[in-house]
């Protein structure tokens, strides 16, 4: 195992380094298509179970919908369809033929060209309500509220390993409501669950907001976000939930009659995470000597190494060891065992620091005779030594410390990296030495930001939902009165 | 709500219309591909779960590989390819770009064509198996034991819901040995994962057997499969486990050193089930009235239904509804108290029974009097009054009678519609009257088998596990001596 380059050496290779040399993910033979390896699949699906859960209590039912888009039904929307059109996968044919010329090899049969080609959703909203329009006759009949999980293609060019890939697998919410209030609330509602599930869940803390027009979903009315920070001083969009007015109903001309009698169109949401929180999960936790993993979603929270020389002290430990595991279990705790001889203590120690394993347990024979076991604690590194009556509850505690502990470090984290700046000069400043958040007022022009992203590739991350007094302020690069307070940074 | 068509009178068309009209699925926009809708796709949750449990329970991770497959990759292994080439979604541009004939319109973007065309997996041997290589050294590396949830394409002309789709959603293990024997051993592991699955589970009853070379997967040396007999008598396969020997290896060049040094290709295995299976459990055990459900996979369990005249009534048959709720989710039983007051106890029946939730509780005045319920079950329509005292532990004791009771029932049927025949006028007899397996002699040559295909439509299902003295036996329709006891039928 070779050792990951430093964080502060070079970030983005540290980043690679330590996606791959964990096992989470390795590129494909096609081109920005990631593998995702057990290590990390296992993580996704703890997500995974985790939102589906909060997504049911919150009224949602999961369904599936076709992985392709006919053209027809993808222009439907115009905004949707131009934001996504240079970006995506198009299938043309549905045979391929052996290639008469090169035995063995094969090619597109010309003969099955499709008569309309196919898109690979990007995202599902034009298929999807191009279906509920036959769902969706009277008032009797909303909400819908439904989730996918799926994977989706867009075409990006430059692409990094959960952070940004050509296939990608997320959940995409698709709501119809009878009118603009439920259809808000379900956006507000949906951006809250996503805000808990990163905060509580995955330990990384957001701030709740919403996005400029240059940065809004297309077709979206209104598009909020949760915004997060990396520990390199960029930010990156964990969430994002859309307020979609009666866009789609009109393209796809989906209308209900209401409880009054009238014939309105259909309000809408759309809501998605996808795996590229796995790349923030990453990059706000780990560090140098590799993964640091939330105890929530640790795929082994626990592991227990035993140090022995000879097969009685190996049985004796193992005696202990295994009991611990039992109570663990029964605790709903993960446990790993590792009793493989092959290699040694210290290797695995090295193993599990670099897999984020968020305690580890060692037991050699003089600790059996204190009656004690060394505890070592991914995120602090700290190591102490712990009484094995109780150590179940003991660990118990201890990863609900560290799942805490991280999250009060990234938000710390956050603080001393968010910065008020009052004039163009500041604010270059801190983009280049300080890094982070910048919070500054703004004059609401796309203009204003467009030029100071061409300046200085910050873009405004969100308008925070907090109150704001406007009074008397201005734009700190078009001295205009200012309209908003917003979150400038640099963004994945 | 239409009563259904009855089985005998248009068995396909009463497969459609239940489908659709129980909210299971509907066919979408695009060509051969299905809209999986909440109800169906709940079902498909339960499936889900069990089988991960299970295959994690035999030592498995899941991962995920990526959705295309370059055509390079896509022909290495020659007979896989030949066999999916005819039927594969091709993606051949990365980009639409705007009409400029027709405003608004989005046409492929020429310059925006793939140097080398994707395949949409049709299944994914190639894509993993490209991946294997660089995961694979030695043997310490081995056994690889992976499996993937995923959507699958494969452009069938002819299509119907759930059996037969152009996309549909399915796992693939894909596992890799260093010995055949070990690679056999897991062949035979996951068929067996699949009968109790499919049997313990889905309550349908099936032959372990496996298929002749005709209906072998393309690029497996031998499949093995389990096959299920529909009410119509036809045949289906509910699961495919295939010995793939080294060919894979062979194509992708994946060796390892070997224990005793030599360096030698690795051995396979893969293995899959799909949303197919949900045609199964429908064509298994439903009929006139609509779903039968086995309790295992039900989404709902138990529905309370109240019947009440004023509000006096209401609360108190609420009261006791919500009590018995809480008990039957103590238990782990899902349960749903329907009060809506906008439609008639009647209607809901209908419903419930359409939708078949295995047990129906209803809850009058006189009922609660008498300190009692009615109770009725979906599968023998049987009315019962049960006391409510322990109530929640006889609906746990009948939930399960009802699960055994329907695998019985379908495994009675198998036994009435499997038929020994000695000759071909036996055999076309049972195919048109008695219809079901045939159970026959058969002289292993496959031009026998394409014969009789090619007269009757039917094909050898599989060759059973079981022990045949084949001693002075003769194929029924070729005369010659007889290789094997085969199981013949027509097939979904």
Known sequence: MAKLTPRNEDYSKWYNELVTQTGLAENSKVRGCMVIKPYGYAIWEKMQQQLDKMFKETGHQNAYFP????????????????GFAKECAVVTHYRLKNDVENPGKLIVDPEAKLEEELVVRPTSEAIIWSTYKNWIQSYRDLPILINQWANVVRWEMRTR????????????????HANKEEAWDETKKMLDVYAEFVEEFMGIPVIKGTKTPNERFAGAEETLCIEALMQDGKALQAGTSHFLGQNFAKAFDVKFASKEG????????????????????????????????????????????????????????????????????QKGISVKFDDDDNVKPGWKFNEYELKGVPLRIAIGPRDLENGQVEMARRD????????????????????????????????????????????????????????????????????????????TKATIRCIPFSEVDLEGKVDFYSGNPAKFKVLYAKAY
Not at 67 to 81: C, H, Q, R, Y
Not at 164 to 172: D, I, M, V
Not at 407 to 417: G, L, Q
């Open 262 to 329: 009238t014939l309105d169109y259909v309000w809408a949401t759309s809501w998605g995470v996808s795996t590229r929180l796995i790349g923030a999960l990453i990059m706000t936790h780990s560090d140098d000597n590799g993964l640091v993993l939330p105890p929530k979603l640790a795929p082994i929270q626990v592991v227990i190494v035993p140090i022995h020389r000879n097969d009685e002290q190996k049985n004796a430990i193992a005696e202990v060891a295994l009991k611990l595991s039992n109570e663990l279990k």
């Open 67 to 82: 992985l392709f888009v006919p053209k027809s039904l993808f222009e439907a929307e115009e905004k949707n369809a131009e």
């Open 380 to 455: 602090t590194l700290e190591k102490s030594f712990e009484k094995l009556e109780g150590l179940a509850e003991t660990i118990e505690q201890k990863l609900d410390e560290i799942q805490e502990n991280i999250f009060n470090k990234a938000k710390d984290f956050r603080a001393n990296h968010t910065t008020e700046v009052s004039n163009f000069e500041e604010f270059k400043d801190v983009l280049e030495n300080k890094t982070g958040f910048i919070s500054a007022y703004w004059d609401g022009e796309s203009e204003t930001e467009e030029k100071i992203k061409a300046e």
């Open 161 to 176: 390993l959960f952070l940004r890939t050509a296939e990608f697998l997320w959940q995409e919410g698709h709501t119809a």
